[in-house]
């Protein structure tokens, strides 16, 4: 298997543009992970999914995030509009759960300017 | 939710045992504790998980006491490329998303 896939690896966009981030999840995972990590909070879960179906959005910021995942195969992760604030390195991971823990993909960087 | 505290920073020299502890005065009866390595620019890796006493795998061994407000990780004989930042993480086996990730540990291994 080839891991986590999130594409794309690096974002420079500007401010109010739309920005949309895409993971891929390890095949037979049930859980999905999205993560925003950055100097000052350090790693944060964003949103989990379950079977598809969000758990916990607790952890999204504000309105301007949504996330979604449509199959078992795919899920998004859209800010908009976005600012220079959201700047981060955004993180998907899987899980099947157990004791293997989650699965990490190598993550987005965003740069809003 | 388990808050977990770590030490910031440790160093260490190739060839040593590294303990790295992790404390969880509020751990629940359901909780189990997972640690991840993570290199700059990397997304963190899953290195062990346990629930009680102790667990070992190839690359290292967890350590619960019986009250499990505390865990330490164990990393034999440390190279130059286990220079990484280390988490614990504290939640429920049934319910992943309720774990959270600390600051870490920053282990520094020096030639």
């Known amino acids: 298997d080839a891991g986590v896939i999130q594409s794309p690896r690096h974002e420079v966009t500007e401010m109010g543009q739309e920005v949309t981030l895409r993971c891929k999840p390890i095949s037979g995972h049930n859980s999905l992970f999205w993560y925003r990590q950055t100097m000052m909070r350090g790693l944060e879960l964003l949103i989990y999914f379950n079977n598809n179906v969000p758990i916990d959005d607790s952890g999204m910021p504000e309105d301007r995030f949504s996330a979604k995942m449509p199959n078992a195969s795919f899920s998004t992760l859209k800010i908009q509009p976005s600012e220079p604030r959201d700047s981060a390195v955004y993180f998907c991971?899987?899980?099947?759960?157990?004791?293997?823990?989650?699965?990490f993909g190598s993550g987005t960087r965003l740069t809003v300017v | 939710l388990a808050k977990t505290t770590q030490p910031i920073s440790m160093d260490s020299y190739e060839g040593q045992e590294v303990n790295i502890t992790c404390s969880h005065n509020?751990?629940?009866?359901?909780?189990?504790i997972t640690w991840y390595q993570q290199f700059p620019s990397q997304g963190p890796r899953f290195i062990i998980q346990?629930?009680?006493t102790k667990v070992t795998n190839e690359v290292a061994s967890l350590f619960i006491p019986a009250d499990r407000k505390s865990s330490t990780l164990s990393l034999p004989r440390v190279s130059l490329s286990d220079t990484a930042v280390y988490y614990c993480l504290v939640g429920p086996y049934t319910n992943a998303g309720k774990s959270t990730f600390g600051d870490g540990t920053t282990l520094t291994v020096k030639p």
């Open positions: 991971a899987s899980s099947l759960g157990g004791t293997d823990g989650y699965t």
């Open positions: 346990g629930y009680k």
């Open positions: 509020n751990i629940a009866t359901n909780d189990y």
